[in-house]
């Protein structure tokens, strides 16, 4: 026997109808959750900071106010260093004042472009608007984000080199002996591994692993099912990014949990204001995030030189000189 199928799926057009009606009547608060709860779940998924360092929206008595200026910032302290010592029974150990380290994190504001349209025109959208808004709006915040904490990053590392900690390592080939090298360095610094972070072009190297070195389940799950289904390398959960422009495609980081790296606040998560005025109906949306990486130690950088080598084997099949 067949029977039809009843469906609540609206058209795009009376969506966009309805988002316009609620401005008309008066609704613009509820028009604006509306998108904000979809624009906030886009965020967490688009920004790789955010699955680095989970985003803690702060409360008005936990921000802290700028010494000299009115600027909001968050100082969070550091764990104190301590030592202990072999004392007879009838000694003690030395007495010592410690002192509790402190580092500051400051906000900053990211916006999209302000997009204005008649609402005789929204209405002609065969696209759900809240869907362009996400698109067209959200994620160039979560490329600020990124681009933000790439920057600090790299800057961390170039500094650090000065200091000969070793925090970058190169690579000839993609293979368990590069990220073994990466690894080594962190736990030699007495720091534990949370994740790591790749282009997704990178992270496909992992389809030429060799079966016969790493066998021949994950070469066969590789075949059938891709990386796509990865979430780790190596033990290690891997956050890939397709932002190839901010993260360096030939190069994977490794970084420390967060309760060792650092911290990622929010003032305000990200946020669709709307305003009408007669037909004209302006709309965009911003953020309140701030990024602070409280201990540099906690970052380590392995250099490949080109994509296609892998085991030893580049793009043309010749064996590479490790």
Request: net charge negative.
């Amino acid at each position: 026997m067949s029977y039809k199928t009843e469906t609540s799926q609206m058209s795009a057009q009376f969506i966009n109808s309805s988002f316009v009606r609620k401005l008309e009547e008066g609704r613009t608060k509820e028009a604006a959750v509306e998108g904000s709860a979809f624009i906030r779940e886009l965020v967490r998924q688009e920004s790789y900071a955010r699955e680095i360092i989970q985003p803690v929206l702060l409360q008005d008595d936990e921000v802290d106010r700028d010494e000299h200026t009115d600027e909001p910032k968050k100082i969070i302290e550091k764990e104190p260093d301590s030592t202990a010592t072999f004392v007879q029974f009838a000694g003690s150990g030395p007495r010592t004042w410690f002192k509790g380290a402190r580092y500051a994190v400051y906000f900053g504001k990211v916006e999209s472009q302000h997009f204005t349209k008649s609402k005789f025109q929204l209405m002609t959208y065969v696209n759900d608007i809240r869907k362009i808004l996400a698109d067209n709006s959200v994620k160039d915040l979560s490329d600020q984000e990124d681009k933000k904490f790439q920057a600090t990053v790299d800057d961390i590392l170039a500094s650090n080199d000065a200091l000969a900690l070793g925090q970058t390592t190169n690579a000839a080939v993609f293979n368990a002996s590069a990220f073994k090298a990466g690894f080594q360095k962190m736990v030699s610094r007495r720091l534990p591994i949370g994740k790591m972070t790749m282009c997704k072009e990178l992270f496909y190297e992992a389809l030429d692993l060799r079966a016969d070195i790493y066998g021949n389940d994950v070469a066969s799950k590789h075949y059938y099912e891709g990386v796509e289904s990865e979430t780790k390398l190596f033990g290690i959960p891997v956050i890939t990014t397709i932002k190839r422009s901010i993260h360096n495609p030939n190069s994977v980081y490794i970084y420390a949990p967060e309760n060792y790296l650092g911290n990622f606040f929010l003032l305000q998560d990200a946020t669709l204001f709307i305003k009408q005025e007669a037909d004209v109906i302006t709309f965009w949306t911003y953020a309140a995030p701030g990024i602070g990486i409280g201990n540099t130690k906690s970052i380590q950088k392995i250099v490949f030189p080109t994509l296609g080598d892998v085991d030893g084997q580049s793009v043309d099949g010749k064996a590479q000189n490790p």
